[in-house]
């Protein structure tokens, strides 16, 4: 029965029966006892039950085999389900039936997908993690990714979408950090260029030595992001503005003490032109100052040797300067016909020049402010000046009045006659209104007076007592005019009397005094009238241009401010009236005494 259930079908009975007869025909040839025929079937036995073991153990290794394989392909199967997240496989078998190789074949589609799967999702996971990676290193400062950073470490315990997700937005994050820090170096190295070219310093020099990677002069493509390199940065832009604020505070101040030299040494506008680059930044800030070597160190060297070469050029000609302004203040005060002491002025001005006590701006400041007071004064005095010239003008007239009055041949028929006789007319109206004038003139000076508390002098005169002395002179004139009036209408009435005997002859003197020409030229002018419309400055200059002048050569003042008067203070006009009354007085004496 054994044995029938253990042939195979490969093997026919025929073959084995063929077999053992061949056997016991061996055996009966050679006379093998039973024993020995038994012990040798025994053994042939045995023999095959070793190796139906060898084969029973065989297949159940392969058995064995068969059935690891098959939890191995399940767990793996399930490992990658798990790995890559995926909550429902199509190829995942259902209840397992069959052969184990049925079973095998069965899910080995299903994990052949997944394992496809597997190496496309490791790819993407390495080369997300491996520009993480490249993007971290470039943030530590390290350039060189390809040398130094290693292939990156997969986790394929979890290849999930979801974990593929996370390390993409930590790489968008990583971009953003990435553009922000460009950005930052871009902004730095701009900023550095601008400082750079304003100053002229060496740009690829100051860059190299914060980072080589940020000259694109050397051809780098990739720029140092680093923490390091963003504090350097930080750090030279920050010297480097401050080097350009002290830079622009030395220009402001050259450009400063530039001007203040042109002003004091009157320097052309020519020359003025070629450093225009340094002043025209004196009220620049520092965000406006951008030009290309606006700020060179040359260009301060420039205005420094400028400087000083003006600095030596100052001290000759700063007596120039000042005499200039000492003269602009003397001309105001003469115009003015203020009082001023030059001659003690000039030499205060050259002592305090020579011995060096005083700044040369501060003396020139002074002076302007002198010339600036002296003009102030002179616009306060100005209105009373203008009726001194017109009260000067006005005693011209009447002083050429009184010479028309005397000219015995004013009416006669003559060439120019009609023009005096024009003039004539206009100097009794603008005569008349002298005493107008006159107190006009006297209400404004006590005004001005009592205002600044100060006497109105006028070329070391006070106007005051010129004013009263002539109102005191015009009233004497007056009181002569009516005395001689009542001498004349005597002498008439004496000279229609009878003619004594004996007659006095004129004497020459008299003569010559009545047929004395009054200085009419035939067109009708004056020999004075060439100096008619002269200011007051012409003449206090001219010794007996009107009576005004000659009043005020007579009046002083002596210690206690009270006025005194010489008989010098009498006008010309005066003078020639004196003259010829005394002429006519002496003529009339004369007829009275030759008179019965």
Same mark, same amino acid.
């Not at 589609?109 to 971290?136: A, H, N, T, W, Y």
């Not at 206690?560 to 010309?572: A, F, L, Q, V």
């Given at each position: 029965?054994?044995?029938?259930?253990?042939?195979?079908?490969?093997?026919?009975?025929?073959?084995?029966?063929?077999?053992?007869?061949?056997?016991?025909?061996?055996?009966?040839?050679?006379?093998?006892?039973?024993?020995?025929?038994?012990?040798?079937?025994?053994?042939?036995?045995?023999?095959?039950?070793?190796?139906?073991?060898?084969?029973?153990?065989?297949?159940?290794?392969?058995?064995?085999?068969?059935?690891?394989?098959?939890?191995?392909?399940?767990?793996?199967?399930?490992?990658?389900?798990?790995?890559?997240?995926?909550?429902?496989?199509?190829?995942?078998?259902?209840?397992?039936?069959?052969?184990?190789?049925?079973?095998?074949?069965?899910?080995?589609?299903?994990?052949?997908?997944?394992?496809?799967?597997?190496?496309?999702?490791?790819?993407?996971?390495? %080369?997300?993690?491996? #520009?993480?990676?490249?993007?971290?290193?470039?943030?530590?400062?390290?350039? +060189?990714?390809?040398?130094? !950073?290693?292939?990156?470490?997969?986790?394929?315990? %979890?290849?999930?979408?979801?974990?593929?997700?996370?390390?993409?937005?930590?790489? #968008?994050?990583?971009?953003?950090?990435?553009?922000?820090?460009?950005?930052?170096?871009?902004?730095?190295? +701009?900023?550095?260029?601008? /400082?750079?070219?304003?100053?002229?310093?060496?740009?690829?020099?100051?860059?190299?030595?914060?980072? *080589?990677? =940020?000259?694109?002069?050397?051809?780098?493509?990739?720029? @140092?992001?680093?923490?390091?390199?963003?504090?350097?940065?930080?750090?030279?832009?920050?010297?480097?503005?401050?080097?350009?604020? #002290?830079?622009?505070?030395?220009?402001?101040?050259?450009?400063?003490? =530039?001007? $203040?030299?042109?002003?004091?040494?009157?320097?052309?506008?020519?020359?003025?032109?070629?450093?225009?680059?340094?002043? !025209?930044?004196?009220?620049?800030?520092? &965000?406006?100052?951008?030009?290309?070597?606006?700020?060179?160190?040359?260009?301060?060297? #420039?205005?420094?040797?400028?400087?000083?070469?003006?600095?030596?050029?100052?001290?000759?000609?700063?007596?120039? =300067?000042?005499?200039?302004?000492?003269?602009?203040?003397?001309?105001?005060?003469?115009?003015?016909?203020?009082?001023?002491?030059?001659?003690?002025?000039?030499?205060?001005?050259?002592?305090?020049? &020579?011995?060096?006590?005083?700044?040369?701006?501060?003396?020139?400041?002074?002076?302007?402010?002198?010339?600036?007071?002296?003009?102030?004064?002179?616009? @306060?005095?100005?209105?009373?000046?203008?009726?001194?010239?017109?009260?000067?003008?006005?005693?011209?007239?009447?002083?050429?009045?009184?010479?028309?009055?005397?000219?015995?041949?004013?009416?006669?028929?003559?060439?120019?006659?009609?023009?005096?006789?024009?003039?004539?007319?206009?100097?009794?109206?603008?005569?008349?209104?002298?005493?107008?004038?006159?107190?006009?003139?006297?209400?404004?000076?006590?005004?001005?007076?009592?205002?600044?508390?100060?006497?109105?002098?006028?070329?070391?005169?006070?106007?005051?007592?010129?004013?009263? $002395?002539?109102?005191?002179?015009?009233? $004497?004139?007056? $009181?002569?005019?009516?005395?001689?009036?009542?001498?004349?209408?005597?002498?008439?009435?004496?000279?229609?009397?009878?003619? *004594?005997?004996?007659?006095?002859?004129?004497?020459?003197?008299?003569?010559?005094?009545?047929?004395?020409?009054?200085?009419?030229?035939?067109?009708?002018?004056?020999?004075?009238?060439?100096?008619?419309?002269?200011?007051?400055?012409?003449?206090?200059?001219?010794?007996?241009?009107?009576?005004?002048?000659?009043?005020?050569?007579?009046?002083?003042?002596?210690?206690?401010?009270?006025?005194?008067?010489?008989?010098?203070?009498?006008?010309?006009?005066?003078?020639? /009236?004196?003259?010829? &009354?005394?002429?006519?007085?002496?003529?009339?004496?004369?007829?009275?005494?030759?008179? *019965?």
């Amino acid at each position: 029965m054994a044995t029938k259930k253990l042939q195979s079908p490969m093997f026919s009975d025929t073959n084995c029966g063929s077999l053992l007869q061949d056997l016991e025909l061996i055996w009966d040839e050679v006379g093998a006892s039973d024993g020995e025929r038994e012990k040798m079937l025994l053994q042939l036995e045995q023999e095959c039950l070793e190796v139906y073991r060898r084969k029973v153990d065989q297949a159940n290794l392969a058995r064995a085999r068969l059935h690891q394989l098959l939890a191995d392909s399940e767990a793996e199967l399930e490992h990658l389900i798990s790995a890559l997240g995926e909550r429902s496989f199509a190829g995942r078998p259902g209840k397992q039936t069959g052969t184990l190789k049925e079973q095998l074949a069965a899910i080995a589609p299903g994990l052949g997908d997944l394992r496809k799967k597997k190496e496309e999702r490791v790819k993407k996971f390495m %080369d997300v993690q491996g #520009q993480i990676q490249s993007i971290c290193a470039e943030i530590a400062g390290n350039l +060189n990714v390809n040398d130094l !950073c290693a292939t990156p470490k997969v986790d394929e315990h %979890d290849l999930s979408l979801k974990k593929l997700d996370e390390f993409h937005a930590q790489l #968008q994050e990583l971009h953003r950090e990435k553009n922000d820090r460009l950005q930052k170096v871009f902004d730095y190295v +701009n900023t550095v260029h601008a /400082l750079s070219a304003a100053m002229g310093l060496d740009f690829s020099k100051i860059v190299s030595e914060v980072h *080589p990677s =940020l000259d694109d002069s050397a051809g780098n493509q990739s720029k @140092s992001i680093s923490n390091d390199t963003l504090a350097k940065l930080a750090e030279t832009v920050e010297s480097l503005k401050e080097e350009k604020q #002290q830079r622009l505070q030395k220009i402001q101040e050259l450009g400063t003490t =530039l001007i $203040e030299l042109w002003n004091l040494m009157d320097i052309t506008m020519e020359e003025q032109k070629h450093f225009d680059h340094v002043t !025209c930044y004196i009220s620049a800030s520092v &965000d406006e100052v951008s030009m290309p070597r606006a700020l060179a160190s040359n260009i301060i060297d #420039q205005a420094e040797v400028e400087v000083k070469r003006l600095d030596r050029l100052k001290a000759g000609k700063m007596k120039e =300067l000042l005499h200039k302004k000492q003269t602009e203040l003397e001309d105001i005060y003469r115009k003015a016909h203020m009082e001023i002491d030059t001659n003690s002025a000039q030499e205060k001005i050259m002592a305090m020049i &020579d011995s060096g006590t005083i700044n040369h701006s501060d003396l020139l400041a002074s002076m302007d402010d002198q010339i600036s007071k002296a003009k102030e004064e002179a616009l @306060s005095r100005k209105e009373i000046m203008e009726k001194v010239d017109k009260w000067m003008a006005a005693c011209e007239e009447e002083s050429w009045l009184e010479d028309y009055n005397r000219d015995e041949n004013r009416y006669s028929v003559s060439r120019g006659a009609h023009i005096n006789l024009k003039r004539a007319e206009r100097a009794r109206v603008i005569v008349n209104k002298i005493p107008a004038l006159v107190d006009s003139l006297m209400a404004k000076t006590r005004a001005w007076e009592e205002e600044r508390g100060t006497t109105f002098f006028y070329d070391e005169v006070p106007l005051l007592a010129m004013l009263d $002395e002539y109102n005191m002179m015009r009233q $004497e004139r007056e $009181e002569e005019k009516l005395r001689l009036r009542d001498k004349k209408r005597l002498q008439g009435q004496l000279a229609s009397e009878p003619e *004594p005997f004996f007659v006095a002859k004129p004497t020459p003197h008299r003569q010559l005094s009545t047929k004395r020409s009054t200085g009419l030229r035939v067109n009708g002018n004056s020999v004075d009238d060439t100096h008619s419309n002269r200011r007051l400055s012409l003449s206090v200059q001219q010794t007996g241009m009107n009576g005004v002048n000659s009043a005020r050569k007579g009046l002083s003042v002596n210690r206690d401010g009270k006025r005194e008067h010489n008989k010098s203070m009498i006008p010309r006009n005066y003078f020639s /009236l004196s003259k010829e &009354d005394s002429t006519s007085q002496a003529s009339a004496n004369g007829s009275a005494v030759s008179s *019965p």
